[in-house]
């Protein structure tokens, strides 16, 4: 059987200001209906392989992201290990694979390592590919996906392969490659022999292991000590934040990969796609006859090979050529498609200066529903939240603030101090500060609500919890 381990960390700076640390690209429905994620499990269904349920490894602040899009397609058995703290690849794999070894105890286990954000439009040869690693691992530690370059990326470690074997589509590993200038880039493709390195990899579990053993022991120790501590929680498995945080910061390419002789690489030929840029979305989506790629509310004249993204506004285009322009509620990115690998400079700068819009969005996504920020002022602050049918906010109260309620479509239930009632459309209640409350939904469609905050402090972090269905009471 086979593992999917997917590795769903990560931010994803380049491409803000869709992407955000606390809603990154991986959560984003960029192609289609489902987001990057979603598309990602969906595609490994549809390939007819022994696939166990899917291991997902995400950050803690991810958590009800991950969980709700796992519902959203039906996934109930998946696996959701939480980094407590970010520490690379390396030791997230680790995590999966001493999870794996108590899950499936002795049974002949193979782990797909992939990632959450990559797009893939050939199927059936990914189908392949897949096949063809899983029928080496008995000759081989590990076998890496290669994806043959079709142009000198400079963004991409690259692999070095020579001796072909199994009709030229599987080949011996000689090195790796660090991200190299364009000159080098334009060689390796001019040359042939080598190939762009997905991040992909396919390891028997116990081999693994033994790997780990003998080149990242210390990685391997240090998670078992978190692992071994961890807490199953809802759909979670929480690592002890403590003893994990005591592992190296290290990538699985150099704690492992680059340090094993005789790995044996699939060349990957399958319309891949990292999605690491603007640029790299835009290639890989459908245009219209001037070249352009536009999504929402635009109107353009005379302009071609454009990317535009709006999210809230109309977004009008006159004799402008390969733009990248991207409209959210509280950030517009008008970028040069030449510039677009600088966007994560913009980022740092933003972080710099402590900017908000680097993290979060004006809506918030909590397991419950989500919440938009409509307007924010001196002493005061305007919601509209969504609480989805069946879900509850926590048993709470606030130090500094009140807050109004008004219900625009739906059914609230209403806990104030130690009464509980009903409220239905344009009717409204007060909580005054300190008085303990909760919201819930128990009807059969959306809560809409409207939410007036007033007091001297605003922010999320005052809230004293006491009940909580999602296991977040302090």
């Excluded at 086979?2 to 690209?25: D, E, H, N, Q």
């Excluded at 290990?81 to 794999?93: D, H, K, S, V």
């Excluded at 079709?150 to 470690?157: A, I, V």
């Amino acid at each position: 059987m086979i593992v999917p381990v997917i590795l769903a960390g990560g931010s994803g700076t380049r491409l803000w200001p869709l992407s955000r640390s606390s809603y990154p690209k991986q959560f984003l429905r960029l192609l289609n209906q489902h987001s990057l994620l979603q598309n990602t499990i969906l595609r490994l269904r549809s390939l007819d392989l022994p696939f166990t349920a899917p291991m997902v490894i995400c950050g803690e602040e991810h958590r009800f992201i991950v969980a709700e899009q796992l519902r959203e397609i039906d996934i109930d058995q998946a696996d959701i290990i939480l980094e407590p703290i970010g520490r690379n690849t390396a030791p997230a794999i680790t995590l999966a694979a001493l999870h794996a070894q108590k899950k499936y105890q002795q049974q002949n286990v193979s782990l797909f390592i992939l990632s959450a954000d990559h797009e893939i439009q050939n199927h059936e040869a990914f189908k392949f590919s897949i096949e063809q690693a899983y029928g080496y691992l008995n000759v081989a530690p590990a076998v890496i996906f290669g994806i043959k370059p079709t142009y000198p990326e400079t963004g991409y470690g690259y692999i070095k392969y020579s001796a072909s074997i199994d009709s030229g589509t599987l080949y011996h590993v000689e090195n790796f490659v660090e991200k190299p200038d364009l000159a080098t880039a334009e060689n390796y493709l001019r040359t042939g022999g080598y190939a762009w390195n997905s991040g992909m990899f396919m390891f028997d579990l116990f081999r693994f292991l033994d790997l780990m053993d003998q080149y990242a022991n210390d990685i391997k120790c240090t998670c078992i000590n978190a692992y071994e501590t961890s807490i199953a929680d809802l759909d979670f498995i929480r690592i002890d934040l403590e003893k994990f945080k005591q592992c190296p910061n290290i990538s699985i390419d150099y704690a492992l990969i680059e340090r094993v002789a005789d790995l044996l690489m699939v060349q990957l030929d399958a319309g891949w796609s990292d999605i690491g840029s603007w640029s790299a979305l835009f290639d890989i989506q459908e245009k219209d006859k001037d070249q352009n790629v536009l999504k929402g509310d635009v109107i353009q004249l005379h302009s071609q090979k454009n990317l535009v993204y709006a999210q809230d506004k109309l977004v009008s285009l006159l004799g402008v050529t390969n733009l990248i322009v991207v409209e959210t509620k509280d950030a517009i990115l008008i970028a040069n498609q030449a510039y677009v690998q600088h966007v994560k400079d913009i980022v740092q700068i933003l972080k710099d200066n402590k900017r908000t819009e680097i993290t979060i969005h004006c809506e918030a996504f909590r397991p419950w529903g989500k919440y938009e920020c409509i307007d924010v002022g001196t002493r005061y602050q305007v919601k509209r939240i969504t609480v989805n049918k069946g879900q509850k906010l926590s048993l709470q109260l606030h130090h500094h603030r009140a807050e109004h309620w008004i219900v625009v479509k739906g059914t609230a239930k209403v806990r104030k101090g130690e009464n509980t009632f009903l409220l239905s459309e344009n009717e409204s209640t007060y909580i005054s500060i300190g008085e303990i409350h909760s919201l819930e939904n128990p009807g059969c469609i959306p809560l809409e609500l409207i939410e007036i905050q007033t007091g001297s402090y605003l922010n999320e972090d005052d809230i004293h919890r006491f009940e909580d269905l999602y296991g977040r009471v302090q």
